[in-house]
DNA sequence: ACGTAATTGCGTCCAGGTCGCATCTAGGGC
DNA sequence: GCCCTAGATGCGACCTGGACGCAATTACGT
């Protein structure tokens, strides 16, 4: 799927919900499309911003939480920062170092069997789309443990 | 151990460190124990200042941050909301229910083999002292999912 | 009792969003 | 092709949760 296939696919699927196209609606769209990782609103914004300098701050949180609710984006919390955001199929979990910021994706059938022990052992049903699992990667822990400098405490 | 044992245990340990004993670090730490659960530090602050309606916000802020530099608390983030606080004795993570907000405290044990398997399988050490695994609890998730209403979403 | 470094109260500031409102516009109906 | 109106936008104010600088206060070793 080419990138405007899928632009053209998301916009389809708001109009058939009722919803208009704009342009800051398909420029945001296309910011994250483009930036491919897990922008924050903010990078987003900026990224809009300088095709289009008048696409508000606002404007983008509330078609990121239409999006959402299009169940086309899912909002992550990677610990202290931000919500970063990145497309809903291919669902993953994060893992995200608390020393370089680093975020690992994680398959979901990975922590399936963890899930199932927990909701059976606990009576708890997981939901870790929302949130992070927070620690720190094998570069930071490993060897140069002196140099794990730069970082995103807890 | 009782009350104020641990209040003149940790005061002790205050004192070793080059601490002050002031009037608020007695009623924020007795406020502390009394308390129990998971209290937020505007929970404490509140109690403090039944008693001390002089103390300050950022009192208590500042006095959690030095408890928790010398070992004494450790802050939870349950979701969303505020962070929470608890003795760092008795270690143990925390499942909290998004339907209800019910915490669920979890033997550090429990959760060991899976860390060892994320270690072992990514390469990542994970570190749940200051983050919650946010989920359902059985009886939000269970036989009455109709009447689960209030609540703190994700 | 004194000196001084630690602590406090206060006010301001910050990030990361959320909301109300007047204005504007997409796009269905004609 | 032009209206009409519901949906979308820009803007600014507001909110929570917490951090910070500063001057005044105070604990406590000597």
Same mark, same amino acid.
């Given at each position: 799927?080419?990138?405007?296939?899928?632009?053209?696919?998301?916009?389809? =699927?708001?109009?058939?919900? *009722?919803?208009? !196209?704009?342009?800051?609606? $398909?420029? !945001?769209?296309?910011?994250? !499309?483009?930036?491919?990782?897990?922008?924050?609103?903010?990078?987003?914004?900026?990224?809009?911003?300088?095709?289009?300098?008048?696409?508000?701050?606002?404007?983008?949180?509330?078609? =990121?939480?239409? %999006?959402?609710?299009?169940?086309?984006?899912?909002?992550?919390? %990677?610990?202290?920062?931000?919500?970063?955001?990145?497309?809903?199929?291919?669902?993953?979990?994060?893992?995200?170092?608390? *020393?370089?910021?680093?975020?690992?994706?994680?398959?979901?059938?990975?922590?399936?069997?963890?899930?199932?022990?927990? $909701?059976?052992?606990?009576?708890?049903?997981?939901?870790?789309?929302?949130?992070?699992?927070?620690?720190?990667?094998?570069?930071?822990?490993?060897?140069?443990?002196?140099?794990?400098?730069?970082?995103?405490?807890?």
């Amino acid at each position: 799927m080419t990138s405007s296939d899928r632009l053209e696919q998301v916009l389809a =699927l708001l109009r058939a919900g *009722g919803g208009r !196209i704009t342009s800051p609606r $398909r420029a !945001i769209l296309s910011a994250l !499309i483009d930036h491919g990782g897990h922008p924050t609103a903010e990078q987003l914004t900026a990224d809009v911003q300088s095709r289009q300098p008048d696409v508000h701050e606002s404007t983008v949180y509330r078609f =990121l939480d239409e %999006l959402e609710r299009l169940g086309v984006v899912d909002h992550v919390h %990677l610990g202290h920062g931000p919500a970063v955001y990145h497309f809903a199929d291919d669902p993953h979990h994060h893992l995200v170092c608390d *020393g370089c910021g680093v975020v690992v994706e994680v398959p979901v059938k990975t922590l399936e069997e963890f899930q199932r022990r927990v $909701r059976r052992d606990l009576e708890f049903e997981m939901e870790l789309r929302h949130f992070a699992l927070p620690g720190r990667c094998g570069a930071c822990v490993g060897p140069a443990r002196a140099g794990a400098a730069g970082g995103a405490g807890s």
